[in-house]
């Protein structure tokens, strides 16, 4: 297994892959392992134009960190892809994806939203190339990367990105910067995940998880008070101290709720 503070290459086996993702989700019955969901998924006949070969990539190499990593995740994912809107099913497995790459995570972190923030439209192939470069300069991969291999992370940071719809695609060399806010059920999602992952209420609300969508703290601590509005919680500040009224208990009930709204 790949050690988890460092760069790794593992995006080469895919990028964004929303609608196999889809796929095998409804193929996948809970406790599966990667090789008996490959074997049902290669079985299911849903892949006709895919290799045995690269289906079984995408499910090792893409799938199973991100999806199966994690107990219970595939299940409340499968239950809400009927439910949800494109745009929230991609920021849920954006979420998933940046968690399994860290170069992913990084790169959104400090080159999209800085660029975002500053009003910039464009994200060049070259911005991301900077990144990976720089990366590899600063020791986070655990051997150096070729310049051939550099170049290819750079452009599958940026197809992530699309895929993702933090980048819109406007000419053939060309990605410009798209309007991107999370959407309210993600946030619910997402702080109700952390929660029963064992976090206190502060550290919720600084979880390094909001960065990917553009949160800091503070901007965590609105999205927290709109939830409130809605019943999902009861959220208190007092200067740097939040207390949080968590009204489900466990995220079963939060999964029901989100997928009846």
Known sequence: MSDPRYYTTQLQAGLGLIEET??????????MSAPALYDAALASGRFPLVTARRLRNIVV????????????????LQRLVPQLSSAELAQLF??????????????????FWPRYAAG?????????????????REGKTQ?????????????????????????TVTGRHKRSVA???IQPKVALYLAYE???????????????DWKLFGLEPHDVRDQLKRLSL?????FQAASDVVHIGWTYKNMEEVIDVIAQG
Do not use: M
């Open 94 to 111: 954006f979420l998933y994806t940046a968690r399994a790459n860290l170069v992913l995570a990084d790169f959104v972190c400090e080159v």
């Open 143 to 167: 051997k150096p990367w070729s310049d051939i291999t550099i170049k290819r992370i750079a452009s599958y940071l940026i197809g992530c990105c699309v895929d993702y719809g933090l980048l």
């Open 22 to 31: 889809k796929q095998l989700l409804e193929v996948y019955q809970p406790g």
């Open 61 to 76: 190499e893409c799938f199973a960190p991100r999806y199966l990593r994690c107990s219970g995740v595939s299940s409340h």
């Open 120 to 136: 910039r439209n464009d994200l060049e192939l070259e911005d991301a190339r900077t990144f990976v470069v720089n990366s590899v």
């Open 194 to 208: 952390l929660r029963f992952s064992g976090l206190g209420d502060n550290q919720v609300v600084s979880h390094p």
């Open 230 to 234: 809605q019943g999902h919680l009861i």
């Open 179 to 181: 309007p991107y806010r």
